[in-house]
């Protein structure tokens, strides 16, 4: 072949033949042994505890839920919620809504404004399709680009009134904007105006819980005033709240308030399903100093599991695990440690240990002084496995196409699959 022959175009590789994703198993179904290292790993003895736990919340407070499918974006996830009772799933954008919608989820709530064309028209085709949309506004202007829209389709789009406060993310800033806009959307065929929506997890103030049970019952006058004013078309209106950290604060002022016989109380955490060892690990231990009534609360059902690859020099493990596949607002936590293949469970003490730095695809791991082993110790080696808990888990969650479902012997029972 001369210099002037072309270079033969590679052929691409179709999807069907790409290597497995990180974190899959390649030769069995042992996490220990079989699976492809970092992996995140959801257990399912937790995850089942959550998802009856959440659900039962709810239900005993008369509301429904309608977990933000955002924290896990997996469809088999979505359809567990459901048959657990869940009422619907809560979505942040059009694409995510589309697919949930190819995932066989009719109902959902895009806790978010619509606006472009482009995911207009997303949003068309699954009402076409015949989904149960609904999505939020905030604005005349949202509304008049809605109404042309949608017109123009032929289609009736479900809305929400968002109620937010000074100094914090979208929303309506008061009742009067509330009740102005609703006017708007009544001289509109194209729209719905389908209830009242608000986000308290952008409150902040110095008494916190005060502030929140304040806003609660801001949202709840404010549908009261379009309930008086007979502003709401939809015949089983909604009102929704709550995040992950104060869903019992709302589901109180809800309840207290006797919504439920006008209105159909929504509640949307989405972090609760596989909970964290982090900031909603607290988030719940406060949720269960206010209401001492409650029992066992939720658990961390999410862990990765990475293995040490390097121990360059005394007090130091470098792990195969980065800003690639864990969270970082808070630095992981070491939970456990096992030797790679361990058919026995047996974990090793991470006692002092303390994840000090991460990089992409490397934790720097501060070792406890001690060199000898000691009574229920065993000195690290390369290649140890180590359990990391990891906080919010939305930003864990999104760095995986696929999860690995364990059960308590560590055997993956499903691959879980994600639409990031």
């Not at 997890?201 to 609660?216: I, K, T």
């Not at 293949?341 to 730095?357: F, K, Q």
Request: net charge negative; proline share 6%.
């Amino acid at each position: 072949m001369n210099d002037s022959t072309p270079t033969p175009t590679p052929t691409p590789t179709p999807a069907s033949a790409e290597s497995p994703h990180k974190g899959v198993p390649q030769t069995g179904n042992r996490l220990l042994a079989d699976v492809s290292l970092p992996a995140a790993v959801i257990h399912e003895a937790a995850l089942a505890h959550n998802l009856a736990w959440m659900q039962a919340f709810c239900d005993a407070h008369g509301a429904r839920l309608a977990p933000h499918g955002k924290t896990t974006m997996s469809p088999q996830l979505f359809h567990r919620q459901l048959a657990a009772g869940a009422w619907g799933i809560t979505l942040a954008t059009a694409p995510q809504c589309r697919a949930a919608f190819a995932h066989g989820i009719t109902r959902m709530l895009m806790a978010n404004q619509l606006v472009g064309e482009a995911n207009m028209a997303i949003v068309a085709e699954l009402i076409e399709g015949g989904a149960d949309f609904y999505c939020v506004v905030d604005s005349a202007a949202n509304v008049d680009q809605l109404a042309r829209y949608f017109t123009a389709r032929d289609l009736r789009l479900k809305v929400l009134i968002e109620l937010g406060m000074p100094g914090g993310r979208c929303g309506c800033r008061d009742s009067d904007e509330v009740l102005a806009l609703a006017e708007r959307i009544d001289g509109e065929r194209a729209l719905v105006l389908s209830g009242l929506e608000g986000y308290e997890g952008v409150v902040h103030a110095d008494e916190p819980e005060r502030a929140v049970r304040a806003y609660a019952w801001q949202l709840v006058e404010a549908a009261q005033a379009l309930e008086r004013d007979a502003l709401i078309e939809s015949p089983e209106p909604l009102i929704t709240a709550s995040g992950s950290a104060w869903y019992d604060l709302m589901a109180g002022v809800f309840h207290e308030a006797r919504l439920g016989s006008r209105f159909v109380p929504v509640l949307r955490p989405g972090c609760y399903v596989v909970h964290d060892h982090g900031i909603y690990r607290q988030a719940q231990r406060e949720v269960l100093e206010r209401q001492p009534a409650l029992t066992r609360g939720l658990e961390p059902a999410l862990e990765v599991f990475a293995q040490v690859v390097s121990l360059p020099e005394p007090g130091l493990a470098i792990v195969g695990l980065g800003k690639r596949d864990i969270g970082h607002d808070l630095l992981p936590e070491p939970l456990r440690r096992y030797r790679e293949g361990d058919e026995r469970l047996r974990p090793l003490s991470v006692a002092g240990w303390r994840v000090t730095r991460l990089m992409d695809q490397h934790a720097f791991i501060e070792l406890p002084r001690e060199e000898e082993p000691e009574v229920g110790r065993a000195r690290v080696r390369v290649g140890d496995i180590v359990a990391f808990g990891a906080s919010h888990p939305c930003l864990t969650l999104d760095k995986w196409r696929r999860l690995c479902r364990v059960n308590e012997r560590l055997e993956v029972v499903e691959v879980l699959e994600t639409c990031f």
